[in-house]
RNA sequence: GCCGAUGUAGCUCAGUUGGUCAGAGCGGCUGAUUUGUAAUCAGCAGGUCGUGGGUUCGAUUCCCUCCAUCGGCUCCA
């Protein structure tokens, strides 16, 4: 016998082999049909294998991610059982589960293609064999076994792969037809797999790696039940209500123009006065915080950028640089500010007691993005940076960028962003040819960082070969309606560009010294920030940011004089809104702007004329009862004052 | 850049197996209506069916190029 412990500390007497499956039965016979893995001192095993030891273990249903893990990681055998059924001979690269289903890399072979449109026959294959029951059996075999198989089957990625696996350690799995490379763990059999829904093809380059094959990608999802396939599709929908780009284009805040080029957004004039409010909400903390801001030009001299190592770098693939008519002098539109912050600091000698020095600029960058990369506003070829750079002494290093990450939090707390994820990017130690400056600036560099997340208690993620090429990164991420991550804010620990560009200060010894830069960036760029803000809100901004914060309606267009003199009060009471004076009734005005999302909406009929009132609707809310004029401005107010307390 | 898909009026979308096939709703304009809390009615105007080429007696429809967009991959200072 050997003696089981579960999570709750129980413990229970079972045989020798007995397996997660027959565990999960003698408790009850209902936990058994709902269960898909079962970890065994912490690892992830198959509900069917033996467990020979004594072992604390944890049965996982579809409510626990290893549970829809191994449903996940079976579907794609499941799919590419199915898909070898209708295209003999195609090569499989990786399957694996992912956070919303499954996908598996699949060649088809010279001179045919997978797309959309043979979707369909796909799933009904797959539901087919899962209709069989067929049982994922797990085999442990050598690793001359393996190759030996995958050789015969004519599976050159599967050779790749086993070639890389210790002997010992490798495993083949199989239901139905089908044999795999594996770690597992799997389902049972296919029984459970109800519904089944295949949803796009993509190129994806076999192992990450543009150099290599590009391989047909076939993302898929299934569940237990048709109803929880319905409420996911159901869900999608819903995410495309409020994708940015979307809402951009209905709420008249940006459009993009193929004449213009792609990539370069126009803002429009409610989203000009949304990205106002926001920098004038970042200028009053910055402000507090001791920032200067300076204004630096689109362009500057290639040189400059051959100094900072952004044209080495990046040149070669980043729009090419203009001439001057006469001289043939090279400019490269700007794709950082820095090197032009670094030139603000040169422009004078400068003393410890100088320093910090907090330099701030919403700097409109160019950057040469791929075409296949442009997306809404998220990714774009022109975009501004609420960009600033931090000079300072090493003793001042961690304290400043502690406070960095303090302007970071008002940010996201006065925009109500709880949802991020706090990645430290350092660079990748197997290549650190990407990156320049000497090891003991960036052990020094990533050190700083770490301790400081650290010492703010954030929890966070750590990125090999995810810094900058100049320095170590504390990236702030947020997902957009579909799940996508962003980056938003970032900042950055740079010793390199003060080297390059030789800055210095003389320090209280009287000898030069060379100061540390801190790169960073709360929002981002604005661009991007308003793309996450848009679905994080749906549109719904909150009352200091919303472009239009009323509109007046009135019931007839007897009432408009007192509703001009109503806009007019108010517009001088600094509330942004505009009267609706369209001759329809006020139901579809009200509709109208309802689905504008204007936040406050002022009826105006012959009651309210005649005791100089307004009657109040909130966005969503509906009818809140008639209010003086007056009132109404001082509620806006203080609203508003509410909101933005956290600058005070 | 790569793989796959899409592109019909400002927006959302119908339509043509190549031949009265250029349509609808919303939006816009004009008029009527003077309205009480999520769509008043009527009329009118809008498109060289993304672009350029080709096949054909004939192309919005078939083929190719390019442009843009969408889903991914790679990249992201």
Not at 331 to 350: A, G, T, V
Not at 453 to 482: C, I, N, Q, S
Not at 604 to 628: F, V, W, Y
Request: a negative charge; glycine letters at 8%.
């Amino acid at each position: 016998m050997i003696q089981i412990t579960f999570p709750d500390g129980r413990k229970r007497e079972y045989p020798e082999g007995t397996t997660g499956m027959e565990i999960a039965r003698s408790i009850s016979q209902n936990l058994a049909k709902e269960v898909y893995s079962i970890s065994v001192n912490g690892e992830v095993w198959d509900l069917t294998r033996p467990i020979s030891r004594d072992a604390s273990v944890k049965l996982h249903k579809w409510e626990d991610e290893e549970g829809r893990h191994a449903f996940w990681h079976s579907s794609a055998h499941l799919m590419a059982e199915a898909l070898e059924k209708i295209y003999p001979g195609i090569k499989f690269g990786i399957g694996p589960a992912i956070e919303n289903g499954f996908y598996y890399d699949v060649d088809p072979g010279e001179g045919r293609s997978i797309s959309d449109a043979d979707l369909p026959a796909v799933e009904k294959t797959m539901m087919e064999l899962a209709a069989k029951n067929e049982i994922y059996t797990r085999k442990p075999v050598s690793k001359p076994e393996a190759l030996a198989y995958f050789t015969g089957k004519g599976d050159p990625y599967k050779l790749e792969l086993i070639r890389d696996l210790q002997d010992g350690e490798i495993t083949l799995y199989n239901q139905g037809d089908f044999v795999d490379l594996c770690r597992g763990p799997h389902l049972p059999d296919t029984s459970s797999i109800k519904a089944i829904k295949l949803l796009s093809v993509a190129g994806a380059y076999w192992r990450g790696n543009e150099k290599n094959k590009q391989l047909t990608r076939i993302y898929g999802i299934t569940f237990p039940k048709q109803k929880q396939l319905d409420e996911y599709l159901e869900m999608l929908e819903q995410a495309k209500q409020r994708d940015h780009r979307k809402l951009g284009r209905e709420l008249e805040l940006f459009t993009f123009s193929a004449k213009v080029g792609q990539g370069l957004p126009l803002w429009l004039p409610r989203g000009a006065m949304l990205r106002e409010k926001l920098e004038f909400f970042l200028r009053k903390v910055q402000m507090a915080h001791g920032y200067q801001q300076v204004i630096t030009p689109h362009i500057g001299q290639k040189e400059l950028y051959v100094t900072s190592g952004h044209y080495e770098k990046y040149g070669k693939d980043s729009f090419q640089p203009i001439k001057t008519p006469i001289e043939g002098e090279e400019f490269l539109l700007k794709p950082m500010n820095c090197p032009h912050h670094c030139e603000i600091y040169s422009s004078k000698p400068r003393s410890y007691k100088d320093l910090p020095l907090r330099l701030a600029e919403f700097g409109t960058v160019y950057r040469y993005e791929q075409s296949g990369e442009l997306h809404g506003l998220t990714r774009v070829r022109g975009f501004t940076q609420d960009d600033a750079h931090i000079f300072c002494r090493p003793d001042q290093l961690k304290e400043e960028f502690l406070k960095v990450i303090d302007i970071i939090f008002i940010i996201f707390k006065a925009l109500d962003f709880n949802d991020y994820i706090a990645q430290v990017s350092l660079r990748d130690p197997n290549d650190k040819a990407k990156y320049i400056g000497s090891d003991e600036n960036w052990e020094k560099a990533e050190s700083a960082i770490i301790e400081a997340a650290k010492e703010k208690g954030l929890k966070t993620v750590v990125e090999l070969g995810e810094a900058a090429f100049y320095g170590p990164k504390l990236d702030f991420m947020v997902k957009d309606a579909l799940g996508r991550k962003w980056q938003l804010g970032t900042i950055q620990v740079d010793y390199n560009l003060p080297e390059r560009f030789g800055l210095e200060y003389i320090g209280s010894d009287d000898q030069r010294h060379r100061p540390v830069m801190i790169h960073r960036a709360p929002f981002g760029s604005m661009e991007r920030f308003v793309a996450v803000l848009l679905e994080h809100t749906a549109g719904k901004f909150p009352l200091w940011l919303a472009p239009e914060q009323f509109v007046i309606m009135t019931i007839s267009d007897k009432f408009n004089d007192y509703a001009e003199k109503v806009l007019k009060l108010l517009n001088n009471s600094d509330i942004r809104g505009f009267f609706d004076n369209r001759n329809e009734k006020i139901g579809k005005k009200i509709r109208d702007n309802e689905l504008r999302r204007i936040p406050y909406l002022l009826v105006i009929g012959e009651k309210e004329m005649e005791s100089q009132t307004i009657s109040l609707r909130k966005q969503g809310e509906g009818d809140k009862g008639a209010m003086p004029v007056e009132e109404f401005a001082r509620f806006v107010q203080e609203e508003v004052k509410r909101q933005l307390q956290i600058l005070d």
